[in-house]
């Protein structure tokens, strides 16, 4: 059952974010999946419009910095994520996974947490940025960042617009 104890921050803030799969299953290997958690990753920050200013689907979680612009309940906003990744995918194939992900008769990609870390200066966020690019090649998924197409690493080298929106801007928090 979802704990609806309040937890609304005051102000402006920037989180990097850390969402693994149940079982830190690799269902995001499949690229339909992977595309579709990085458009719902867009979709939900457009929801309440708070910018993404980077993010990453690896095969078995998704890592992503967030702005808010106010007030704001971050597991609202990451429980909202999952919700609409898991309804984008329902739907699709599944592959060798497709059993695994139904619980109890209920389709569930994800774990019921998420990790963050507050992001308080352009230090910080340039450093969680380059670790989040930097993942598929330590995982051997890619050459080089920019070649990994789930991830933000392209727009922020300016070579191709990735597949959600981002913003770089981020003085506005302080960042």
Excluded: C
């Amino acid at each position: 059952m979802r704990n609806f104890t309040a937890r609304i921050k005051k102000g402006p803030a920037v989180y990097f974010i850390s969402a693994p799969t149940r079982d830190h299953m690799p269902i995001f290997e499949l690229p339909p999946l992977a595309k579709q958690a990085a458009i719902q990753l867009g979709r939900a920050s457009a929801d309440i419009n708070s910018p993404v200013a980077g993010y990453i689907v690896m095969p078995s979680a998704m890592m992503g910095i967030v702005a808010f612009k106010g007030d704001h309940d971050l597991g609202e906003f990451v429980f909202n994520y999952k919700r609409l990744s898991a309804l984008a995918i329902i739907g699709l194939d599944h592959g060798l996974f497709h059993e695994r992900l139904y619980r109890k008769g209920k389709f569930r990609p994800w774990m019921g947490r998420f990790d963050q870390i507050v992001i308080g200066s352009n230090e910080q966020l340039l450093a969680r940025l380059e670790y989040m690019h930097n993942e598929p090649v330590r995982r051997g998924l890619a050459e080089s960042p920019i070649e990994y197409p789930y991830s933000s690493a392209a727009d922020w080298a300016g070579t191709r617009q990735g597949l959600i929106k981002i913003e770089k801007e981020l003085t506005w928090a302080g960042i």
